[in-house]
């Protein structure tokens, strides 16, 4: 009995032989790229000493990590991780769906795609190049806003770059506008994608247009928004470096509000340049968000299997 | 009915417009700064409307085209054949992944979830490809490394696939007994045009923007891409003023100035700004064949 | 269940590959001595990094050509240059490292030089120094010494200025504009004083200090201490009795601050000073500010003038002292990579002793990149239609690649500059304490909590933009509690250690 059912397994197996074959070459590059790599992982935990090479080195256990949590420090870069990561995941998100449901609904062609190439400019430029230009708005001496903007409003200029009680939206608008055009392509698609029959239907019972996008089109791309929501809380603990540290003009007075993890280490390891402690932070980070998003996961399965990742 | 569209339609321009306004501007800035005069730059900050012109960054720009048209040269080489790679592995990793007749598809999808968490960062990637493979200082270093693949965009395409491709026009294809690949080639793929070109579009951003493998893996000036010659430069300034004392001041003095970076910035957008277009007409193409189709 | 172990299956493939690869790559960790003593017949390949500036190098393999030219017939070895961009010098010689590629040769960066000895990646090198490095010797003399750390010397210090005396930079035309005398500044009060009559006559928004480069404080390049490397724990007046102090929680560190609070209020200090990104030339070209605290040596004056295009003079406050870091800030090593220790070795001699090699690093090549002035010795200009721009080899390094004192004077510059940079070297003080390198290994987790306060506080402070009566108590709590007395603690230790061995001799 159990031989048959074996077996049987075995012919279902064998009759998907083509699929497997399919996904060869990109399990291939992902043995090699991502879980090759993940072997540095122990490098977290050793005291490297050139002389006896990497794997030589001698174990430390979790000395490399301390400095992670030694200082006072390990609160604020924490909290402030948490705090902008769920801001970017949650603004981010209804951004870009409103951005993208928005564009679908533009009937002139021509303008349509105009404002999609527009919006997704800002993209494209390097973070560094982004810091430049938030330094030509903000500037204390020759900025655009304190220049030109706040006098206008009869305000008197900010020195923005020591006041931290700003930088959160200052950040977080900086975010969005880098990449809300970007992530509403992936909605955008998945919009179009939408059987225009639904739609037909819904018309024909007199449905208004907020309703068809309430009822049609949010829950058709409800498993996109999932997925990147899941995705975002997997990375929730990596913050985007050249945010954080570029924008910011690595100001020491606005630490308080711009500190995150991955501005931390690299300061405390500038001097250093200990493979070990970066590689034990890198761990950390991922641990944690490993940890966050196999309950999210779990939550989003409980609801809808259809939509969780896995 | 009619009332209720023009309201839609002037409500989506309006906040549209005011959307494109704010992500153009600061572009218009980056390029009136390339074309500021250097002293203007400094002692009246940046500025839509500077009141003194120079095309001094683009005439320095000019006498170094030959490097500059192979970089040029790098970055298309390298955002073609990428692109092209990238859009074939990972669709043909994603589709049957979205299959849920197929055994061991959940394991799998974890596995592809699985390297969106944990990476071995930096130094064990950097062995793996030096060491096992030996891509440094070629073109494959600037292809193969981090970018080929990732797993967003296969899954991406696997709840694409999933939501949008009917199980019926599979299983139909099947009677009719058409194999596997067929079936991939000839109706998955032709139903698929909206998420391969979202896909291609943010793979050729990706390869296009990309400096990271070409500072890790490049070495050569003759192999170094467009991004990796504009980051060079930056991070050379950055370490130069970082570091200033009696020595290298020598050295700064000889770095481009503020408005030549502007001018750098602006050639490396500028192409991108130019093939857009084209690459978006199939895009929208792509997406509305899928919508008619679909 | 099945997908667990479907899971545990491909990680368990993945692992036996990783650990197949690592196993072979991992053979030739170890560096195998002998292998340099080969034949002499056989031509070795030695590789060579260095970082560089600018990626405009597009005739970088002609000149390493030209260089092999030299080393096969000298030493019966070829060299391959490894330049990496000066930016991400630290990360990628690490990845070197960690992936134990071929390198037998290397810059050394002073600052990282202990680091770098406490993780394994440099070897001693004194006996192959008296081996092969009799040029070496020669042209460092007693400074080779300062490069030594408890269990020998690990890199030679390049040959350039070894010493440095702190003092002020002023635009020209503004001091004779308000016939102020330079040589008659003296004290800060009288600066202060200079800086009021350029205020009071530019007016407005003019400020008169501006920083000495993107992210420099208006402190650190007047210094009347020994920093001991990081400025965490410093030696004040380069003696103390060699009793290390907390800098932050020193009178005159206060005093220090106080005054340029009282500068940045007045108007005196650029007010972007934290966060600027233009440098020091830039504003100069731009008509901003009148004065900057620098490090001087032989040649600034002339060096800044013609680097900005603006004239400038110099007044020196502080005069020239040596300490650890004014030596080792650059020098060369061998990395534990190689296997051509002895090869290495012989042509980091040639570097110190070999005037054309020097020249090629400098300069390039001959005829192509520069020609040799009529009538001139040492004295070299660009070819017809050629400029420092457009040149096919543009290495501004000269203080890097061995013995500069060696190299040609490019025209307009001071022909007779190595002689006097030679004085200038010999005649500095010595800080007690140079030849004493701090090696933080054992107080890691510390310091990197301590470098993160110190980058937090220090730009502000020192640029005046914050009120130092209330951000310094802050200060020196959050160094304390992020361990700075163990940091010192520990550096006292060494220090003891240091003077115990033999001190600086």
């Given at each position: 009995m159990s031989a048959l059912t074996q077996s049987r397994k075995r012919m279902k197996i064998w009759r998907y032989w083509p699929l497997y074959l399919m996904m060869l070459p990109g399990l291939a590059y992902m043995v090699l790229n991502n879980y090759l790599p993940m072997f540095g992982l122990s490098i977290a935990f050793k005291d490297i000493d050139y002389r006896k090479g990497i794997w030589a080195s001698d174990w430390i256990g979790f000395r490399n990590f301390e400095f992670l949590f030694k200082t006072e420090d390990a609160f604020i870069i924490t909290r402030n991780t948490l705090l902008y990561n769920g801001a970017f995941i949650v603004l981010g998100l209804g951004i870009a769906v409103v951005i993208a449901i928005l564009l679908n609904e533009i009937r002139n062609k021509f303008a349509a795609r105009l404002y999609q190439s527009l919006i997704i400019l800002p993209f494209l430029i390097s973070i560094i190049l982004v810091s430049y230009l938030v330094y030509a708005m903000l500037s204390i001496d020759t900025g655009f806003v304190n220049k030109t903007l706040l006098p206008m409003l009869g305000i008197d200029s900010i020195s923005w770059y020591s006041e931290p009680k700003y930088w959160p939206y200052i950040l977080t608008f900086i975010h969005l506008w880098k990449g809300a055009g970007y992530s509403c392509i992936v909605f955008l698609a998945a919009i179009i994608g939408i059987d225009p029959e639904y739609y037909e239907a819904a018309r024909l019972d007199g449905a208004s247009k907020w309703m068809q996008i309430r009822t049609i089109t949010l829950p058709m791309i409800t498993p996109v928004i999932t997925m990147l929501a899941l995705l975002g809380v997997g990375r929730i603990f990596y913050s985007d470096f050249g945010l954080f540290y570029q924008v910011p003009m690595n100001s020491g007075a606005l630490y308080e509000t711009t500190n995150v993890i991955d501005t931390y280490v690299f300061r405390g390891l500038l001097q250093l340049g200990d493979v070990g402690m970066s590689s034990a932070a890198g761990f950390y980070q991922s641990i944690v968000g490993f940890i966050l998003v196999l309950g999210a996961n779990a939550i989003v399965r409980k609801f809808n299997k259809e939509n969780a990742l896995f | 009915m009619d009332k209720e569209n023009r309201a839609w339609q002037w409500a989506s321009h309006t906040i549209m417009i005011a959307l494109s306004l704010l992500c153009v501007l600061p572009f218009i800035l980056l390029f009136m700064a390339s074309i500021t005069d250097e002293k203007a730059i400094v002692s009246e900050g940046y500025s839509f409307f500077p009141t003194q012109f120079s095309f001094q960054a683009y005439k320095y720009l000019w006498m170094q085209a030959d490097q500059i048209l192979r970089a040029y040269g790098i970055t298309v080489i390298v955002t073609v054949i990428g692109t092209a790679c990238s859009l074939f592995i990972t669709s043909l990793l994603a589709y049957p992944l979205s299959r849920k007749d197929m055994p061991g598809g959940q394991a799998i999808a974890f596995i592809v979830f699985f390297t969106m968490l944990f990476n071995g960062g930096l130094v064990p990637t950097y062995m793996v490809y030096t060491q096992l493979l030996d891509v440094k200082n070629t073109l494959f270093a600037l292809i193969v490394p981090w970018l080929l693949m990732n797993g967003f965009n296969v899954l991406l395409m696997r709840t694409f696939f999933k939501t949008t491709i009917p199980v019926a026009v599979l299983e139909s294809a099947s009677i009719d007994g058409a194999g596997e690949f067929k079936t991939y080639f000839r109706i998955v793929m032709p139903l698929s045009l909206p998420i391969l070109a979202t896909v291609g579009m943010f793979q050729g951003l990706a390869y296009w923007n990309d400096w990271n493998n070409g500072l890790v893996f490049v070495t050569k000036p003759h192999l170094f891409s467009l991004q990796n010659m504009l980051n060079r430069i930056m991070s050379d300034i950055q370490f130069l003023s970082a570091n200033s004392n009696g020595s290298v001041s020598e050295s700064l003095s000889q770095m481009p100035s503020e408005t030549f970076r502007m001018a750098i910035a602006v050639i490396g957008v500028v192409p991108i700004l130019a093939a857009y277009p084209f690459f978006q007409k199939y895009f929208v193409k792509g997406m509305t064949i899928g919508a008619v189709k679909g | 269940m099945k997908k667990v172990r479907f899971t545990a299956l491909v990680m368990l493939l993945a692992c036996s590959m990783a650990l197949a690869a690592c196993g072979s790559s991992n053979g030739g960790t170890k560096n195998g001595g002998q292998a340099s003593n080969a034949p002499e017949s056989k031509i070795e390949e030695l590789t060579v990094a260095f970082p560089m500036v600018s990626s405009a190098q597009q005739d970088i393999q002609l000149v390493e050509d030209a260089v092999n030219k030299i080393t096969e017939q000298k030493i019966q070895a070829r060299v391959k240059f490894m330049p990496i961009s000066a930016g991400e010098w630290q990360q990628q010689t690490n990845l070197l490292f960690t992936s134990n590629e071929k390198l037998d040769l290397m810059f050394v960066n002073g600052s990282l030089y202990s680091g770098m000895v406490a993780k394994g990646q440099l070897i001693p090198i004194d006996e192959l120094i008296s081996k092969y490095g009799g040029g070496i010797t020669k042209a460092l003399g007693d400074y080779l010494q300062v490069a030594r750390l408890k269990d020998g010397i690990y890199a030679v210090p390049t040959i350039r200025d070894l010493a440095t005396s702190y003092g002020i930079t002023f635009r020209k035309d503004l001091a004779d504009k308000y016939s102020i005398d330079v040589s008659k500044l003296n004290t800060m009060e009288d600066i202060e004083h200079a800086f009021k009559t350029i205020k009071d006559g530019e007016g407005g928004d003019f400020t008169p200090l501006i920083p000495s480069g993107v992210g420099a404080t208006y402190l650190e390049n007047y210094?009347?201490?020994?920093?001991?490397?990081?400025?965490?724990g410093i030696l004040p007046d380069y003696d103390n009795g060699l009793k290390i102090v907390n800098l932050y929680e020193t009178d005159t560190y206060k005093e220090q601050l106080k005054r340029i609070r009282d500068w940045y209020l007045k108007g005196y200090i650029m007010k972007d000073s934290a966060t600027n990104k233009l440098s020091t030339f830039e504003l100069l070209r731009g008509g901003k500010g009148f004065a900057y605290f620098a490090a001087l040596k032989p040649g600034f004056e002339e060096q800044e003038s013609q680097a900005s295009g603006v004239q400038v003079v110099t007044k020196e406050l502080l005069s020239p002292i040596a300490t650890t870091s004014t030596v080792t800030g650059a020098m060369w090593g061998i990395p534990v990579n190689t296997k051509l220790e002895g090869k290495a070795m012989e042509f980091l001699n040639l570097m110190y002793e070999d005037k054309d090699i020097i020249n090629l690093f400098d300069w390039g090549i001959e005829g192509k990149h520069y020609v040799k002035v009529p009538g001139e010795d040492n004295v070299i200009d660009y070819p017809e239609g050629v400029t420092a721009q457009t040149t096919g080899y543009n290495m501004p390094l000269g203080w890097l690649f061995g013995n500069q004192f060696l190299s040609y004077v490019m025209k307009g510059k001071d022909a007779d500059i190595w002689n006097k940079m030679d004085a200038f070297n010999k005649n500095a003080a010595h800080s007690k304490a140079l030849g004493f390198s701090f090696d933080a290994a054992p107080v890691k987790t510390e310091y990197a909590a301590v470098t993160n306060v110190i980058t937090q506080y220090k730009l502000a402070l020192e640029t005046g933009s914050v009120d130092p009566d209330k951000v310094l108590p802050d200060f020196i709590n959050k160094l304390k509690s992020a361990g700075i007395d163990k940091i010192i603690q520990e550096k006292q230790k060494q220090l003891d250690a240091w003077v115990q061995a033999g001190g600086s001799k």
């Open positions: - | - | 210094l009347t201490y020994d920093r001991l490397g990081d400025g965490i």
